[in-house]
């Protein structure tokens, strides 16, 4: 059995993550984890998705009988699981703003206990969306078919509880549930952006939605489509400016075809019809049809221009 020298290695790690704790300004003291899990995250959304579509993603051996006693056992669960990374994600921000404990334990609990009760709804725009995509797809053979297979609905499960969380003033814990729908999808949607009712994306792979996006009703896009910002400004001293608005508005049932590319803070129009692989910078009224060839034309200088 070959012999590695390990224990070089470990003293070597630890010096270097002095180093970047140093740098950061981090505690080298002992003690309990500081920051929320991943892996306690993923189980988290796992509970949630059985809890919200218990017949279709929750355990194999479920029965209608046993329904409303399997939700609330593993809804209960989860939501105690969740408020251990509330408090993680409140306490380490508060290194920063130093609050009393018993402060930090109360604002995580609320957080929890607000966004256990906005479950319901988030169901009713789920099914909405479930629905958008089984309406909007030809393929579609059945909306259990959407829920359970196509990866523009599991985007936005993660969306919509991540978006919740971004609400609440959670904002990593948001991130990392937004991430995790991005990694086994594809489609990255900042948990900040706000979309309303039945929306649906069509493949979806490589969608982009940034963190100020406002997509209204109805609304569908199609793959590589980007919802981005146009230029990021900064403050006197070239920090980047925070939160401001920068992307795209997307009025009620607007579809967005493959490629296409929207940046700035820009409003589509109510209705309008954005084609595949088109740059846009300004708005775009309500019913217009922009293609690559319109954008030529109006591109193009006319006879005798200066």
């Not at 009760?117 to 725009?125: D, F, S, T």
Request: some cysteine; hydrophobic content about 40%; overall charge negative.
């Amino acid at each position: 059995m070959a012999q590695f020298e390990v224990s070089d290695i470990v003293r070597a790690l630890h010096e270097v993550r002095d180093e970047w704790r140093d740098s950061q300004r981090r505690s080298r003291e002992p003690g309990a984890r500081e920051f929320p899990s991943r892996d306690a995250l993923t189980q988290i959304v796992e509970s949630l998705k059985g809890a919200l579509f218990p017949m279709r993603l929750g355990p194999p051996d479920l029965r209608h009988e046993s329904e409303d006693f399997y939700v609330g056992h593993t809804l209960d669960a989860a939501l105690q699981a969740l408020l251990v990374q509330a408090r993680l994600e409140l306490n380490f921000n508060a290194r920063l703003a130093p609050r009393p404990a018993s402060e930090i334990d109360a604002s995580a609990t609320e957080a929890v206990r607000q966004f256990a009760n906005a479950l319901p709804g988030l169901r009713r725009l789920l099914d909405s969306d479930v629905l958008a995509a089984y309406q909007g797809d030809p393929a579609a053979r059945s909306v259990d078919e959407v829920l359970l297979c196509y990866p523009g609905v599991l985007a936005m499960i993660h969306h919509r509880l991540a978006h919740r969380l971004y609400e609440l003033d959670l904002p990593l814990l948001a991130r990392i549930v937004a991430e995790l729908a991005h990694a086994q999808t594809g489609i990255d949607i900042h948990p900040g952006a706000t979309i309303d009712a039945g929306f649906f994306m069509d493949h979806g792979t490589g969608v982009v939605i940034g963190e100020t996006a406002v997509i209204g009703k109805r609304v569908r896009l199609y793959q590589a489509v980007t919802l981005g910002a146009k230029r990021f400004p900064t403050d006197a001293e070239g920090n980047l400016q925070k939160g401001l608005p920068r992307h795209p508005v997307v009025e009620d049932d607007v579809v967005i075809y493959a490629g296409a590319t929207i940046l700035g803070r820009v409003t589509l129009g109510k209705g309008a019809v954005i084609g595949g692989n088109v740059w846009i910078t300004d708005d775009v009224k309500p019913g217009a049809s922009v293609t690559q060839a319109s954008l030529q034309n109006n591109s193009t200088p006319k006879a005798g221009g200066a």
